[in-house]
């Protein structure tokens, strides 16, 4: 399995971004895909999460702000960013949540957000 994830950069704060993921290459199809987000000397945390019936989570700090959505078709996974942050500045990991039992992560996309 794949993960080619794009749409990362910078932006002022305030502004919007929207990162994208595509997988490719799952032989028992896919459970959910999501992001998460690692900041300088920080651990990797769940940003959003999105099932194959279109069941969502997202972390408090982005909830009101950011939307995931999904195209089964393409398989792929959209984070819609807005009203971006200095603190949402991080490198962004997609991630396949495999029917297989397997995890995958694309290698991730900078985000920097300045104030």
């Known amino acids: 399995v794949q993960l080619q994830a794009s749409g990362g950069g910078l932006v002022q704060a305030g502004g919007s971004l929207r990162l994208s993921c595509a997988a490719s290459?799952?032989?028992?199809?896919?459970?959910?895909m999501g992001w998460y987000r690692q900041a300088p000397g920080k651990l990797r945390d769940l940003v959003a999460r999105?099932?194959?019936?279109?069941?969502?989570n997202y972390a408090d700090s982005v909830k009101g702000r950011f939307t995931i959505s999904r195209d089964n078709a393409k398989n792929t996974v959209y984070l819609q960013m807005d009203s971006l942050m200095p603190e949402d500045t991080a490198v962004y990991y997609c991630?396949?949540?495999?029917?297989?039992?397997?995890?995958?992560w694309g290698k991730g996309t900078l985000v920097t957000v300045s104030s």
């Open positions: 999105i099932t194959s019936d279109g069941g969502t």
């Open positions: 290459g799952s032989i028992f199809g896919i459970k959910a």
């Open positions: 991630i396949e949540n495999d029917a297989s039992g397997m995890d995958y």
